[in-house]
């Protein structure tokens, strides 16, 4: 994925991964579970501007298309083109402690359920979030 073409979000505007009804493809699932189990680690421990997109995704898991495969393989190349970004703590501004939730009342199409996303900072560095 070196050479992979660059991409500037960690999915196209207004994807909406659809759940496959066809029978389960074993080597497409192990391909797209390899893939997502990675991209968990690194939204996990690293980079939490993926974390939206990657859980889309995870909702796919057990029955995947190419199309969500190609999907996964999007934020790839989003990771890839932005490589260089990290997390700064700036430690002159002092120590105080900022939060931000939102939530998204029952945009999932297909099961509208409420999605919620929060983070702390501290430093002016995001510590935790969801």
């Known amino acids: 994925m ?14 909406q991964p659809e759940k496959n009804t066809a029978p389960v493809n ?4 192990t391909q797209f579970q390899m893939v997502i189990g990675l991209l968990l680690y690194l939204m ?14 995870v909702q ?5 298309t190419q199309e969500h495969l190609d999907k996964a393989l ?3 190349q989003y990771l890839i083109s932005t ?3 990290l997390l700064v703590y700036d430690g002159t501004t002092g120590s105080s402690i900022t ?3 939102d939530s998204d009342w029952g945009a999932d199409p297909e099961t509208h359920h ?7 900072q501290l430093a002016n560095g995001i510590c935790l979030w969801n």
């Open 26 to 29: 074993l080597e497409l699932q």
């Open 44 to 57: 996990l421990r690293t980079r939490p501007d993926i974390a939206y997109t990657v859980m889309q995704m």
């Open 2 to 15: 070196i050479n992979a073409k660059p991409a500037c979000t960690p999915l196209p505007q207004g994807y």
């Open 83 to 85: 490589r260089d970004y």
């Open 74 to 76: 999007h934020i790839c």
């Open 114 to 120: 409420s999605q919620t996303g929060f983070y702390l």
């Open 60 to 64: 796919q898991s057990a029955n995947p």
């Open 99 to 101: 939060t931000c939730t």
